[in-house]
């Protein structure tokens, strides 16, 4: 039962990735994904969000209108479409599914991708 981050790579500012969170061993479809970044010597932060109930989105000001959470459910994925990178976009990116159950909060964590935007 795990969370398995993808798509991390090197880019060049201005780029273009796309990250995936696929999960095995449950299904993604009751849990709300958040993605969540560490640039080196920072503390983690919260970027994106979707619901799992509605599929309402949510994003940090700082990616606003340059980054896409979507979900597949067939697919058992989210995904984080990332457009016009910033070097301050360099980070370890995670991603993170929490379910509520009555008082049972389950929740994941990803391993990580690492995303270098540098020319």
């Known amino acids: 039962v795990q969370l398995q981050a993808s798509g991390g790579g090197l880019v060049q500012p201005g780029g273009s990735l796309r990250l995936s969170c696929a999960a095995s061993?449950?299904?993604?479809?009751?849990?709300?994904i958040g993605w969540f970044r560490q640039a080196p010597g920072k503390e983690r932060e919260w970027v994106s969000f979707?619901?799992?109930?509605?599929?309402?989105?949510y994003y940090a000001d700082s990616v606003k209108g340059r980054f896409t959470i979507s979900r597949d459910n067939a697919r058992n994925t989210v995904y984080l479409q990332m457009n016009s990178l910033k070097p301050e976009d360099t980070a370890v990116y995670y991603c993170?599914?929490?379910?509520?159950?009555?008082?049972?909060?389950?929740?994941?964590w990803g391993q990580g991708t690492l995303v270098t935007v540098s020319s």
């Open positions: 061993g449950f299904t993604l479809d009751y849990y709300a």
């Open positions: 993170n599914g929490v379910m509520w159950v009555a008082t049972l909060r389950y929740e994941y």
């Open positions: 979707i619901s799992s109930s509605d599929g309402r989105t």
